[in-house]
């Protein structure tokens, strides 16, 4: 199982440094939507976020216009992008085109996804399909359960994601579940006092 | 009925132009998600995109995080923001109180959103709800069945705009039918080779 840690409501010069800190910790690291939209994909491009080792996540969450997100997202060192769910199939279709085009990753964001919806783009069989409880609603959150409850209805979706305010317990739990092919760490590793010594603990109880 | 006119998808600069050519004669000016995403709000608040007459509004597209998205969003020149009628109700509950806080205004992006998350979010009586056909999903909509319907099916919401490829004659068809009570057009004022004079002719068949 991967383990992404992703960077959100922090200046670009602290998401650059918790970054370079994680790469080679985790899996993947993310840059979260917050990032993107403080400071826009043409300040992305000019610095310095290419990553030596982890893969680097740009939290896009395309809602329309996906060619020109997609494309305007992967000329920055971004390896994955994402698009939600709940925009329209023809907004999936293209940023999941564009992302095979350059030979990338794609996650489709589920946050409020109905059923019918995710059965409509399931055959995008390279995706990442990440389960995630909205950030505003709160912790009423069963990271486990959903993970189960998603695979028993959509058994052909093989990468799966789970984010949501997932903690240490969280983490191991779904481990040993051994359905999710990543979880998303939030505030638990970047908001930590010490990122690097969170994180690894995170990547301990996965393995 | 109020013209907006969005502007998409160019540099900074050129938005910036064109934003204020056409200040005071539409009614709101719209930078588009592609501009936010593209340039971010920290470079928005420090550039000279205040309106003298029109009203301004930022395509945000928040999904998530609605307090913190909104709140940076208004400490732009903006007027009004947008949130995703896909994202949680905690989400769009958030970014209207916050809206309703700094007496601003806050459009429900309608695209794909269900008849009962439209329900669910209806006591949101300062809201305007944005019917919104999915660029990537081509041309086939009918602006002004999409608008009858809409009032039929959510008789006590008042404000409604409507976005989705809109020409003069839809325009014209959507003012005589008058329910909508603004109509969002892109690249027909904005991509045109005179915007003022696109924005001017838009405004004539809409009185």
Known sequence: MKL????????LEEAKKIA???DGIVDIIEFGTSIIKDYGL???????????KSKLLLDLKTNDEGKYEFEKGFE???D???????SSKDTIEQTYAVTQAVNKDILIDLIETTDD??????DCKNAIF???HSKDSGKNFDAVASVAQFAQKHPDIKKIAVAGGINIDQAKKIAQQGIATTIIVGGQIAGASDPVKAAKEFMEVIQ
């Open 4 to 11: 992404q840690a992703a960077i959100d409501r922090v200046s």
């Open 20 to 22: 370079h800190d994680l």
């Open 42 to 52: 043409e300040t992305l491009k000019t610095q310095d976020i290419k990553l030596e």
């Open 76 to 78: 920055t060192a971004a």
């Open 80 to 86: 994955i992008l994402t698009v939600m769910g709940g």
């Open 117 to 122: 919806k995710i059965d409509q783009v399931s």
């Open 130 to 132: 990440g389960l995630h």
